[in-house]
Nanobody
Framework: QVQLVESGGGLVQAGGSLRLSCAAS????????MGWFRQTPGKEREFVAA????????HYADSVKGRFTISRDNAKNTVYLQINSLKPEDTAVYYC?????????????????WGQGTQVTVSS
């Protein structure tokens, strides 16, 4: 069973940066495309970024392009989300997710495994 554990969230001022990490518990991580989503109270979980298992392909939501960077280290079974130029509207719980295929997906239903989430709060 794949377990995903996010870390790196916190409180940061607008314009600041954070790097979120997601550690997977199994080697199956290396064959899985990974994604990051975020959710605020009362809203649906929204896609943020995704990366193929090889790391050669990435995809971003329009709202985060140019500010967020997804990457992975398959030797460490870890995926990262570098968040720069943070805005108050980036405040959310950020979730890591894993597919059962190596190809990128951008829909909630594309992902089978989910972490518990890490809170990111951006103050103005």
């Amino acid at each position: 069973q794949v377990q995903l554990v996010e870390s790196g969230g916190g409180l940061v001022q607008a314009g600041g940066s954070l790097r979120l990490s997601c550690a997977a518990s199994e080697r199956t991580f290396t064959s899985a495309a990974m994604g990051w989503f975020r959710q605020t109270p009362g809203k649906e979980r929204e896609f943020v970024a995704a990366i193929s298992w090889s790391g050669r392909a990435t995809h971003y939501a329009d709202s985060v392009k140019g500010r967020f960077t997804i990457s992975r280290d398959n030797a460490k079974n870890t995926v990262y989300l570098q968040i720069n130029s943070l805005k108050p509207e980036d405040t959310a719980v950020y979730y890591c997710a894993a597919r059962t295929t190596s190809y990128i997906g951008s829909s909630y239903s594309d992902y089978r495994y989910w972490g518990q989430g890490t809170q990111v709060t951006v103050s103005s």
